[in-house]
């Protein structure tokens, strides 16, 4: 754990929400991870914000050190999670996340928006139909089914690394086959111990309900209700759709017509990790947005 933060529990009333929490630097921003993460995913970007912001970084339910609910993993329960912590631990914040994390800050900022100053979405699909199209890939079918099978703590770290490297990789090369992890990565490599320790801390039912119950996990998640109930100031961080971001190029026109302030930044040549491959360019993104609207 980096020295800025502290980890702390915050009862919502329904579950124990994990948090870190930097020094009281400035306004408050909270970043939201994405699925089967955890907080530690946005240290480093909550490392470059906690000299002049005050940082707040959850666990969202079912995930990391944050309470487990069998079953209870739909957009409005975790928008409901991080509605209750906005009101009651941070105050009035930035909002920013990133993948599923990005769709519960637009579902929080709907519910709650007297709670919410700005909203940064980071690559995440903006309707429960884009979604679904991305969620129903085979490749991407297949990555959740191997993941919900080694997540939940029942396998030791050692195993849980053993088969992620019998894992498929998501791509196929230039002749269709595909290679597993553990052809792509060397024995040691650091994503092996960083995957396997988010699975492990990490409830196999939330990617159950994606798998098998999509539609109680997406309820309401249409974006001409939601977006028109948003009245802070939105920044759509997209990347880039040639290197396999989430965010649609229609999802963005669509989107842009129906928010009340909407503001819009394509990170060309990243793509959906772009914090892993430029942290620097997406936090300057993030920043000059901010410095706008967040005082």
Request: proline content about 4%; aromatic content about 10%.
């Amino acid at each position: 754990m980096g020295q800025r933060f502290t980890e702390k529990t915050f009862q919502t009333g329904a579950i124990d929400i994990n948090y870190a929490e930097g020094p009281d630097k400035g306004s408050s921003i909270v970043l939201l991870h994405g699925g089967s993460a955890n907080w530690h995913d946005f240290e480093d970007l909550g490392n470059v914000f906690s000299g002049h912001r005050h940082v707040y970084i959850p666990d969202l339910r079912g995930h990391g050190k944050s309470g487990r609910v069998p079953w209870g993993y739909s957009v409005q329960e975790y928008a409901s999670d991080i509605g209750v912590f906005l009101q009651q631990v941070s105050g009035s914040a930035a909002l920013f996340g990133h993948s599923l994390g990005g769709v519960v800050a637009v579902m929080t900022a709907s519910l709650f928006p007297l709670a919410v100053s700005a909203l940064l979405v980071g690559d995440a699909p903006l309707d429960s139909i884009s979604w679904k199209a991305a969620m129903d890939r085979p490749d991407h079918r297949e990555t959740q089914r191997w993941m919900r099978a080694l997540s939940g703590g029942k396998y030791t770290m050692d195993e849980v690394i053993a088969g992620i490297k019998m894992a498929r990789g998501d791509a196929p090369d230039s002749k269709g086959q595909y290679k597993t992890l553990g052809d792509i990565y060397p024995d040691g490599d650091p994503f092996y111990e960083y995957l396997a320790s988010r699975l492990i801390g990490h409830d196999p039912d939330v990617l159950g309900m994606l798998l098998e119950d999509y539609a109680t996990v997406a309820a309401g998640y249409e974006m001409d209700k939601i977006l028109p109930k948003i009245e802070c100031p939105v920044l759509l961080i997209q990347a880039d759709p040639d290197a396999g971001g989430a965010m649609t190029d229609a999802e963005v026109v669509r989107a842009m017509s129906l928010l009340r302030n909407g503001w819009h930044v394509t990170l060309t040549g990243l793509s959906h990790l772009y914090f892993w491959e430029d942290l620097l360019r997406v936090a300057c993104e993030m920043d000059k947005f901010m410095v706008q609207f967040v005082h």
